[in-house]
């Protein structure tokens, strides 16, 4: 028996220090992040297992950075877009933004919904950014969303309600911290961890591939037995 890795999240970190240690600016991390996203995604696009990728882009905490290095990360994130369109249609990649949009300039968003629609067919694998995505604030958005609907709060209608209840499987995070940062807490509760020192610009598809081998020989039990 082997674990099938159909939703892999992953915490891309260490942009910053990956330019730091090339005295360069952080910026210049986050430009080349931008290089491992494609790379990552587009494997994921030709492996017929991987159903669903979940990126952390930008945090609901992230906006205590300092404002040059936010306005950049949201020019990279529209400049990203608007490049990669291309990409998704050709490798029939449907993307699907979650966290809360509201908070982005009316240019951004523009850009954002657009993406979404044009690739709203594709039929391949879908590509999840988390932007101005925080779990805490997904979940109270939920809670709030069934609140103001006077529905109950189950397990399942908050499930429902929120940004996106599809299970992860994998959760990968790279640049060597051993932390969630308010990632997926709800959807990771049965998720297998994986963590590597790995600066984000840094990984590739064969540690990548590494991981996924280890994880579908991990016995998941979910609190049964096996
Ligand atoms: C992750 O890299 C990207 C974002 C949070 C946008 P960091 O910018 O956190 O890089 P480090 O962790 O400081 O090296
Ligand atoms: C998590 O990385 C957020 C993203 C990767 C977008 P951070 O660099 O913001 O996390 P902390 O501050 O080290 O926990
Ligand atoms: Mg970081």
């Given at each position: 028996m082997s674990n099938r890795a159909r939703h892999i999240a992953i915490i891309m970190d260490g942009n910053g220090r990956w330019a730091q240690a090339q005295g360069k600016?952080?910026?210049?991390g986050h430009e080349k992040g931008a290089e491992t996203v494609r790379r990552i995604t587009t494997?994921?696009?030709?492996n017929d297992e991987i159903e669903r990728l979940t990126l952390?882009?930008?945090?609901?905490?992230?906006?205590?950075?300092p404002k040059l290095e936010v306005e950049f990360l949201m020019k990279l994130l529209e400049k990203y877009l608007k490049n990669e369109l291309k990409t998704y249609l050709e490798g029939n990649i449907r993307f699907e933004p979650i966290g809360d949009l509201s908070s982005f300039s009316p240019s951004l968003r523009k850009t954002i919904e657009r993406v979404r629609e044009e690739t709203a067919r594709c039929?391949?694998?879908?590509?999840?950014?988390?932007?101005?995505?925080?779990?805490q604030d997904e979940i109270v958005r939920a809670a709030n969303a069934l609140l103001g609907r006077g529905e109950t709060i189950s397990a399942e209608s908050l499930g429902h309600a929120l940004d996106t209840n599809e299970n992860v499987d994998l959760l990968i995070r790279t640049g060597g911290d051993h932390r969630l940062s308010n990632f997926l807490l709800w959807q990771s509760a049965y998720a297998e961890l994986f963590f590597t020192d790995?600066?984000?610009?840094?990984?590739?598809?064969?540690?990548?591939?590494?991981?996924?081998?280890?994880?579908?020989?991990?016995?998941?039990r979910f609190g049964g037995l096996n």
């Amino acid at each position: 028996m082997s674990n099938r890795a159909r939703h892999i999240a992953i915490i891309m970190d260490g942009n910053g220090r990956w330019a730091q240690a090339q005295g360069k600016n952080r910026t210049a991390g986050h430009e080349k992040g931008a290089e491992t996203v494609r790379r990552i995604t587009t494997f994921c696009a030709e492996n017929d297992e991987i159903e669903r990728l979940t990126l952390y882009a930008f945090s609901t905490e992230n906006w205590k950075r300092p404002k040059l290095e936010v306005e950049f990360l949201m020019k990279l994130l529209e400049k990203y877009l608007k490049n990669e369109l291309k990409t998704y249609l050709e490798g029939n990649i449907r993307f699907e933004p979650i966290g809360d949009l509201s908070s982005f300039s009316p240019s951004l968003r523009k850009t954002i919904e657009r993406v979404r629609e044009e690739t709203a067919r594709c039929s391949g694998l879908v590509q999840s950014l988390a932007l101005n995505y925080g779990a805490q604030d997904e979940i109270v958005r939920a809670a709030n969303a069934l609140l103001g609907r006077g529905e109950t709060i189950s397990a399942e209608s908050l499930g429902h309600a929120l940004d996106t209840n599809e299970n992860v499987d994998l959760l990968i995070r790279t640049g060597g911290d051993h932390r969630l940062s308010n990632f997926l807490l709800w959807q990771s509760a049965y998720a297998e961890l994986f963590f590597t020192d790995t600066l984000w610009p840094d990984f590739t598809t064969a540690e990548f591939e590494r991981i996924i081998k280890k994880f579908k020989t991990v016995e998941r039990r979910f609190g049964g037995l096996n």
